[in-house]
Each structure stands twice: as C-alpha cells, then as structure tokens.
C-alpha cells in the first residue's frame, strides 16, 4: 500500500489541488482513473472491506471522468469579444474560422467591422465564407449598407457573391433597390461558376467558386426570387430576356416562387419561343405552380416545340395538373413523333385513371415501338374497363416479351373471366417467356 501511495502520491496531491480550487470534473476525473486502477492492481480482494472500497473507488472515478465531463465546458468562462477579435487576426485559418462562427453566435455589433474586414480580405475561402455567415446572424443596421458598399466595389474573386448571399438572407428595405442595381452586367462574364438554374452551389454560401459577371447575376436572381412586391416581379421579367441562358431559366424559376398570376402569360411565351431548351422547360415545369389555364399553352407546346425533352417535361407538367382537362393535351401527345414522348404519356394517362384515354390508348397498343405499346398495356390493366380486354388478350401474342407480360398482367388485373379470357390465359402458361406464365397463373 505504501508502494502504491508513494509512487501515486503526486496524482494525489493534484486531484486535491484541483478539487479545492474549483476544476472542472472532467480534469479531476481524469487524475482519478490511474489511482482507481492502482488500488485495483494492488489486489485487494482478499479483504472484503478494501476490495469495496476499491470497487467503489473505481466507479466513482469512472462517474466523474465519462459522466460529468461535459460538465466542465460549462464551468468554463465563455471567450470575450476581445479575445475572439484577436484570434480573428493572429491565429491560424482554423482558429479564425472559428473564432469567426463564434463571433456570429455571440451577435455583439462591435463585431461586424472585424467580420465584414474579415470576408473581404482574408486569404483563407473558409474563413471569409464563416465571416459572412456571421454577419447574416447579428442584426445591426451597419451591416446592409457595409455589404451594399462590398457588392459594388469589391473585386476579390468570390466576395460580391458572399456579399449577396448575405444580403439575400436579410429584410432590410435597403436590399431589393440594390440587388436590382446590382443586376446590370459589371464586366464579359468568365466560365461558369453555377450550373444551369443555379443547381450547383445554389443556396450555399459554401460553394461560391468565383465571381464572374455570369455567377454573379445567378445569386442576384436567386435572391430576389424569395422576395415580393412589383420592383422584383419587374427585375425578374427583366431577367428572363437576360444574354445568358442560364439567368433566364433562373428567372424563370424564381417567377414560379413569387406566386403571382401575371407570371403566367411571360412564362408561356418563354416556354414556346425561348431559343434554350433548359430555358423552356424550366417555363413549363413553373407553369404548373401558377395557373391550371396554362393547360391550352402547354398543348400547343406539345404540338410544336422541336425539342422532344421539352414536349415530355409538357406531358409531365399536364398530368401533374390531374386535371381531366388535360386529357386532350395528353392524348394529343400519344401521337408525338418522338417515341419516348409517346412512352411517357400512355403511363401518365394511366397514372390519372381517366376513361377518356381509353380510345388513345388502345391505338397507343398498336404502336410502331414496343416500349410504348408497353406502357398502353400497362395503362389499360390500371383503368380495368372489361371492354379492351379483348384487344388486350390480342397483344398477349405481342412479339415483343415485355408487352406480352404487361398484357397478361392486365387482363389479370381486369378479372374477367369469360371463356375468352381464361383460354388467353390458358395459352399464356405454354409461353416461351417465364415471366408470362407466371403472370397468367397469378
């Protein structure tokens, strides 16, 4: 035992030290782990009395290190404006990073100087990204017209577009006027620094690659598409005759946010005459959260658009609507040259259950492609009207494998059982298929 208490006597008088001056119970649980172990090794299990007591020593020791650890980051004092200030500009890219979310959670006006000094010139990405994050959490009425003054003048890479990300996240009266102003071209736009619609790195202030005009205008428009009123609605319009695709197809996004029914004739003119087809898709898939009358429009897209993506997005966009007025539109579109087209509308009319396809579709059986007299058959099993079941039993003897399966699975579906029908299925379970004669049995 005295082995023991001389060679841990100083862990000892430590545990005490730090007990009596208040420690955390993190540090002190931490000196007590090797005593406990030491009694532990000590063998005292031939005394009853000791070996409790260096049991219990044990768990208390373990109580205190793993348990109550947390405990001691509260009894910590919390770090001062001052010293967050300073490791702002003395400590390494880590420690100013930090110190910059910091400063944003501790929402003291003092620091919006050091976070807005700190976002234009700090020669780490990281740190001026947490900087400006910062400032989007303290409200103080120096920080619009500080980030108004970096949105126009600042020429580092990056900076005007954290600026407007910013900007974006406050209700200040002071940002619309400046991000509409901020629209108008500030050089020749570089290489793309967002994707098209703004899909790569939108709404993160931690993708900014850069600062070309181009990515620039994208975050402005992105911005402006959580606001209201008749200036952004104009700015937005204006937008949609933007030089780059990319700004148009936003705008016309953002159109779809501010939920106003004047949109809808701009959308439908971009939709059928916008030269981009990312531009006149982005049109009719916002058509759909604005006006259900948009369904005519969306006809003669179907009718006339030369890019088959654009007359599927129509086609989607229609039976999204599961409106029964979209039935002509959509049987309209079974006769698309494009086959995928033609695909993908005998499924949605399925989707929308509507006896009036039936005529469309049970032409849409005979179709040159199988993939679309697929999709009919499949269509026809889901409305269950007894009266196609004879054409469907007709495409049971399809040459193509996977129409035969859906037909078979129609019928089953139908349930009639005439003795038609139960001789189809009959001939069905001899089929060179597998999965034919399942479905027959089934």
Sequence with gaps: MKKILKRYGENTKVVWTKIKRGSGAGEVGGQLIPL????????????????????????VSYLFSFCFIPLSSTWAEPPTFATLAKSLKEADHEGRRVAAQSLGQL????????LIQAMEEDVDLHVRIAAAKALGKIHDPQIVPALIQTMKKNTVPGIRGLAVSVLGQLRDPQVVPALIQAMKPHGPGGPDALGPFGTQGSGSLGRIAGDDDL??????????????????????????????????????????????PQATPLLI??????????????????LILLDPQAILALAQTMKKDADPGVRKMATWVLSQLGDHQAIPGL???????????????????????DPQAIPGLLLALKDAEPMVREAAAWALGVLRDPQVVPELIQAMKDVNVHVRQK?????????????????????????????VQELAVA
């Design 36 to 59: 406990g172990f030491a009694l532990y090794t000590f063998r005292f299990r031939s005394i009853p009395l000791l070996s409790l007591f260096h049991t219990s020593f044990v768990v």
């Design 107 to 114: 929402k003291d006006p003092q620091a919006v100087p050091w």
């Design 215 to 260: 990515s620039f205008r994208l975050l402005v428009v992105r911005a402006l598409g959580y606001r209201r009123g008749p200036t952004v609605f104009s700015a937005l319009t204006s937008a949609l005759k933007d030089p780059a695709k990319e700004v148009r197809g936003l705008a016309a996004t953002a159109l779809g946010q501010l939920d106003d």
């Design 269 to 286: 003119q971009a939709m059928q005459k916008d030269a981009d087809p990312g531009v006149r898709q982005a049109a009719a898939e916002t």
């Design 331 to 353: 049987l309209l579109a079974l006769k698309d040259p494009n086959p995928r087209v033609r695909n993908e509308t005998a499924a949605k009319l399925g989707e929308l259950g």
């Design 407 to 435: 037909a078979t699975e129609a019928v089953g579906q139908i349930g009639d059982r005439d003795p038609q029908t139960l001789m189809a299925l009959t001939l069905a379970l001899k089929d060179e298929n597998l999965g």
